[in-house]
């Protein structure tokens, strides 16, 4: 902590990445990847920069063998969670986006925590996770 040159290299290594669309550096299924970097070292600028991925346009394909596409939108708000505990249930889970309304909420709660703005990025297409599974499939109570 505290290691400002680190989180200077991580954030301009991260820059690349995103203008590159490497997807596979930036986001991993095993959350090795560098945005939970960003989360792990909790310093306020590696969080805004974390929180402002909620606009990013970029996806990442699931499955081994092309199963669907994921938005890395999701595993932004997972890895969220990490430095904010306390706040996990405004930032969802996951696989309980269903709509736009939903990133705004988050979005929401990113503005009002952090002081993000996204004021000149443009809304990406929804996209959550294709195919998506159900909170049902996972175990959890069907609510509808």
């Given at each position: ?84 505990p306390d706040q996990a249930d405004k930032l969802l889970e996951d696989y309980y986006v269903e709509s736009e309304d939903d ?42």
């Amino acid at each position: 902590m505290g290691n400002t040159k680190v989180e200077d290299e991580i954030l301009a290594e991260v820059k690349r990445l995103e203008e590159a669309g490497d997807v596979d550096i930036l986001v991993t299924a095993d959350a090795s990847g560098l945005l939970c970097t960003l989360a792990e070292i909790g310093a306020r600028r590696s969080l805004i920069t974390l929180a402002k991925f909620t606009r990013s346009p970029l996806e990442r394909i699931v499955g081994h063998q092309n199963l669907g596409r994921r938005s890395i939108r999701l595993d932004v708000m997972v890895a969220l969670k990490y430095p904010c505990p306390d706040q996990a249930d405004k930032l969802l889970e996951d696989y309980y986006v269903e709509s736009e309304d939903d990133y705004r909420a988050v979005e929401d709660f990113l503005s009002s925590e952090l002081g993000v703005s996204y004021e000149g990025v443009s809304m990406p297409r929804f996209i959550a996770t294709s195919p998506r599974p159900r909170p049902w499939v996972l175990g959890r109570e069907r609510s509808d």
